[in-house]
């Protein structure tokens, strides 16, 4: 569950989760909404697939990720975006340099 | 001491425990008004007919499948936690611990809380060979609409006096079929959700 909180914690995943309610979309289409590197939004996208978010789905080169929110953690979301929860950047940080090593 | 029981041992012992408390407040119960302990008892039996089936059949998921097996233990627990409590609230309203009343009143919880439990994890089931898009937007529409009418009914089921309690909860249940077929068609018909 501390996955879960931690993936839910970041705006930038939050928008992403929010993003794929509508639709699946390929991590290129994804990316598009955000003002972030390509090596960030990696890292934002590991976050939610080890907390069980997310599914992504290889097609050739692309990867296309759709939701996989269980209700409670919908509503768990709903109430971080709500308070306007954020993640500690102590945590990103270790985040960026795990995916750059 | 200090060693840590992983999580499938944890529920095998919970397990364990359930059957053995099943047993003995349905002997409890089985004593004192056999007629209302018959059927939580006979539910009771498939705990281990279920296990002796998993076993022989080898349904059961090897160590290499950590997550299957923690599921078909967790549906097992749960089980056992549904036919047990029955059987708990059995004998106590047998002896006349608690009201009478507690005994419907659990008929009216165990399908709410299944539903909630069910409506929860349904979002997370990813179905193969069907459009992501459309069965997504339909499997969060129906997980919502289980979670919330099982709230629903649970809160009825615990506040309202059993006569009232009996009609609303058929009520919720049967404005929930209703909203969930409507939001499905529309949502078949149109394809996508916002």
């Known amino acids: 569950m501390s996955s879960v909180f931690k993936a839910i914690s970041d705006p930038t995943r939050r928008k992403v989760l929010q993003l794929l309610r509508k639709r699946p979309m390929t ?3 994804l990316a598009e909404h955000f003002d972030v590197s390509k090596p960030t939004m990696s890292v934002h996208f590991k976050v939610l697939r080890e907390a069980d978010l997310i599914h992504a789905e290889k097609h050739g080169k692309s990867i296309t990720y759709s939701l996989k929110m269980s209700v409670l953690e919908e509503a768990l979301m709903g109430f971080a975006q709500a308070f306007n929860m954020e993640v500690r950047r102590d945590d990103e940080d270790e985040d960026s340099k795990e995916h750059n090593s | 001491m200090n060693a840590r029981l992983d999580p499938i041992t944890l529920r095998k012992i919970a397990l364990y425990i359930l059957i053995v408390l099943g047993v003995l407040f349905g002997a409890v119960a089985w004593s004192q008004r056999p007629e209302a302990a018959l059927l939580w008892l006979t539910g009771m039996l498939t705990l281990p007919v279920a296990w002796a089936l998993v076993a022989i059949t080898g349904a059961l998921p090897g160590p290499e499948k950590p997550d299957a097996r923690r599921h078909i233990y967790n549906s097992l627990v749960g089980a056992g936690l549904l036919v047990t409590g029955a059987l708990i609230v059995t004998a106590a309203a047998a002896l006349e611990t608690i009201p009478e009343d507690w005994s419907t009143r659990f008929g009216m919880l165990v399908p709410a809380l299944v539903l909630i439990v069910m409506g929860n994890v349904l979002p997370k089931k990813i179905e ?12 969060r529409l129906l997980g919502w609409t289980f979670v919330v009418t ?3 009914a649970l809160v009825i089921g615990l506040t309202l006096p059993i006569a ?7 009520l919720v249940y049967a404005i929930a079929v209703l909203f969930a077929v409507i939001a499905v068609v529309r949502i078949r ?6």
Do not use: D, N
């Not at chain 2, 009232?164 to 058929?170: D, E």
């Not at chain 2, 018909?189 to 916002?194: A, D, L, Y």
């Open chain 2, 189 to 194: 018909s149109r394809g996508v959700i916002g």
């Open chain 1, 27 to 29: 991590a290129g289409e």
């Open chain 2, 164 to 170: 009232y309690a009996k009609t609303a909860g058929l």
């Open chain 2, 150 to 152: 099982g709230l629903v």
């Open chain 2, 128 to 139: 193969p060979g069907c459009s992501r898009t459309r069965g997504l937007a339909i499997q």
